[in-house]
């Protein structure tokens, strides 16, 4: 059996396993863990094909970018549909740090301006910003609802909404910072991101893929800063009515646990039929 083969099969039991442990610890999350696991097999063969048509092509690039950074707002938007503009707000909150930063990054040289250091950079950028996108956007809204007598109160005493909801914005972003925080002080520790695995395995030194994962990172920091500002902006600016008054939205299904049965007909317990 070739190696190929069994990476395939040891991704797709470990995808098993976890969708099955989710199942037994009710969850609810067994589908979406197995469709992201189909989708990621799905896309990544997708990719690897693209990325070769780019190599050749390289004006290709931009569509694809122009892709990433749509394929990011829907998905990150679609954790925050509660909010009218979900995504728009996500393509803005994510397209914007990522590429800048991006594009700062080619302009002063840190990175040769060819698809092979734009799109690993890029692609690394904008799954940061979708993260604190989605982080910072669930926790800001969750936030406004355990806090919402607390918000009228300051509202009652004559703060407008930007300053009665500042103590709930900052939580959220406290939030969607931790894991690259975490990730940042930590590597080299407990984890070694893929840009220096990439390299290193690539024929790079060791010195070279520490350079280039430094600047990743540090760029993602700030990145992900102005993604969870951004998003935290556009839902306030949202949710604020005339007046000076906050309107919360009703919680999307995915908010409340509401979630479509799984597709298999056996019975959860204490439940309905699935």
């Given amino acids: 059996m070739s190696q190929a083969v069994v990476q395939v099969l040891a991704a797709v039991a470990f995808a098993g396993f976890a969708a099955l442990l989710a199942r037994r610890l009710r969850l609810g999350l067994e589908r979406e863990i ?17 990325i070769a048509a780019i190599f050749r092509v390289p004006a290709l690039a931009v569509l694809f970018v122009a892709a990433m950074v749509l394929a990011a707002a829907l998905t ?41 250091a734009i799109i690993p950079t890029v692609g690394i950028l904008i799954g940061g910003a979708m993260a604190a996108t989605t982080l910072t956007g669930r926790r800001l809204l969750e936030g406004l609802r355990e806090q ?9 005493l004559g703060d407008d909404v930007r300053t009665a909801v500042r103590p709930v914005v900052r939580g959220a972003m406290v939030t969607g910072l931790v894991p690259a925080i975490d990730q940042t002080r930590s590597v080299g520790l407990v984890t070694l991101p893929g840009t220096f695995v990439g390299l290193v395995l690539g024929g790079a030194s ?9 600047v990743v990172l540090l760029a993602l920091l700030a990145v992900e800063l102005l993604a969870a500002l951004l998003i935290s902006t556009a839902i306030v600016a949202r949710l604020t009515a005339p007046g000076e008054r906050v309107v919360l939205p009703d919680p999307a299904p995915d908010e409340t646990g509401d979630r479509r049965p799984w597709p298999f007909p056996w019975r959860r317990r204490g439940g309905p039929s699935g």
């Avoid at 197995?34 to 693209?50: C, E, N, S, Y």
């Avoid at 607390?150 to 009652?156: G, I, N, Y």
């Fill in 34 to 50: 197995v469709w992201a696991a189909a989708r990621a097999l799905l896309q990544l063969a997708v990719v690897g094909a693209l």
């Fill in 206 to 214: 060791p010195a070279t893929a520490a350079r280039t994962q430094l």
């Fill in 76 to 116: 990150s938007g679609g954790r925050l549909r509660a909010v009218a503009g979900s995504r728009r707000h996500a393509a803005v909150a994510i397209g914007v740090p990522a590429l800048s930063a991006t594009g700062l990054l080619l302009l002063v040289g840190a990175f040769d301006t060819t698809p092979r």
């Fill in 148 to 156: 919402f007598d607390a918000v009228e109160t300051r509202l009652s």
